[in-house]
């Protein structure tokens, strides 16, 4: 059973040391653990290495922590929509690893099932695969992979129960669920905790993943890009 806190903060309390390894779920500013990412950015923990999709926007979502200076390293798929990211890197002030989408999601899981590594077509013949171990199977070149286990993993939820069984909402959903199992301490945030347990065949993530649960404070959700269009005879 997990362990419920108040706030993130507490939720926190003890698992944050400068040089950690943080896996945070999230595509954009979608399923972005906001109340978690805060209390990372008032902890003051430094040299961290994150694994995220992207780093948010400027002065949203985990670019919080980039405006903190608490980022040493990224492990990510995209990097387009903050330009702060940009300088930093630039000015090397931040390493970056860049990992195909799909690649990304995958190293996850397996570092979640116990897999130390796979092997992949994508990225071969690439900057994306140098100095990594090659192998052919079946007259085809992979490249080998090593899956991720991070020392804490930020995971937002749209429900859970008190036995930590988690559901996700719409696009909420991305790469929450991989986050979630790839975490020595799992913490998550979720808008709704139930009293009774989530019905068996709505759970997505399942309780024996989740170490410490919060429930999120109620904010508006943040749009990374609002895109309108003309109304038709307007």
Excluded: W
């Excluded at 290495?49 to 405006?67: F, P, Q």
């Excluded at 993943?209 to 749009?223: G, W």
Aim: some cysteine.
């Amino acid at each position: 059973m997990p362990t419920f806190h108040p706030d993130a903060a507490e939720a926190l309390g003890g698992v944050l040391t400068d040089g950690s390894t943080i896996a945070v779920g999230g595509f954009g500013l979608s399923g972005n653990p906001s109340d978690l990412i805060e209390a990372v950015r008032d902890s003051g923990v430094r040299d961290l290495t994150i694994v995220s999709n992207n780093m948010g926007v400027d002065g949203k979502g985990l670019g919080l922590l980039l405006e903190n200076r608490q980022v040493r390293r990224v492990v990510a798929s995209y990097v387009g929509e903050n330009k702060l990211f940009a300088q930093q890197y630039l000015d090397g002030e931040i390493e970056v690893e860049f990992a195909p989408q799909g690649t990304l999601a995958e190293r996850m899981r397996a570092g979640g099932a116990g897999i130390p590594a796979f092997y992949t077509r994508a990225g071969v013949g690439t900057p994306v695969a140098d100095g990594k171990p090659h192998a052919e199977f079946d007259g085809v070149t992979y490249v080998q992979e090593r899956g991720i286990v991070a020392d804490v993993a930020l995971v937002h939820a749209h429900s859970a129960d008190r036995a930590g069984n988690l559901t996700y909402r719409y696009t909420a959903r991305n790469f929450n669920p991989l986050v979630a199992t790839c975490g020595r301490i799992t913490v998550v945030e979720a808008e709704q905790v139930m009293t009774e347990f989530l019905d068996p065949d709505a759970v997505v993530t399942p309780g024996v993943f989740t170490d410490r649960l919060v429930q999120a404070r109620p904010r508006v959700k943040e749009i990374e890009k609002r895109t309108v269009r003309v109304q038709a005879g307007v």
